[in-house]
Nanobody
Framework: QVQLVESGGGLVQAGGSLRLSCAAS????????MGWFRQAPGKEREFVAV????????YYVDFVKGRFTISRDNAKNTVYLQMNSLKLEDTAVYYC?????????????WGQGTQVTVSS
């Protein structure tokens, strides 16, 4: 059974940084693309970033480019989201999910999420 556990969220002031982690088990992590999504109150879940199985290819949504960095450690079965220059609008629950490849398949096996709150 695939399990994803996000951590690292919290309360941070605008302009600050956080690093989220997503620990995976029950799958061949090193051959699976991984994505980060977020959902703000009253809004639909939205894509943030994705990384290929080998970490060589990444894609980001425009509003996080230059601020967020997705990375992975296949030896630790963990994917990370480094978030810098945080803005109030980054407040959301952040989720990780698996994907067959960076270009194919649907996102699935969602974690429980980790809350990120950015204050002024």
């Amino acid at each position: 059974q695939v399990q994803l556990v996000e951590s690292g969220g919290g309360l941070v002031q605008a302009g600050g940084s956080l690093r989220l982690s997503c620990a995976a088990s029950g799958l061949t992590f090193s051959s699976t693309a991984m994505g980060w999504f977020r959902q703000a109150p009253g809004k639909e879940r939205e894509f943030v970033a994705v990384i290929s199985w080998d970490g060589l290819t990444t894609y980001y949504v425009d509003f996080v480019k230059g601020r967020f960095t997705i990375s992975r450690d296949n030896a630790k079965n963990t994917v990370y989201l480094q978030m810098n220059s945080l803005k109030l609008e980054d407040t959301a629950v952040y989720y990780c999910a698996t994907k067959a490849t960076i270009h194919t398949g649907e996102y699935k096996n969602w974690g429980q999420g980790t809350q990120v709150t950015v204050s002024s």
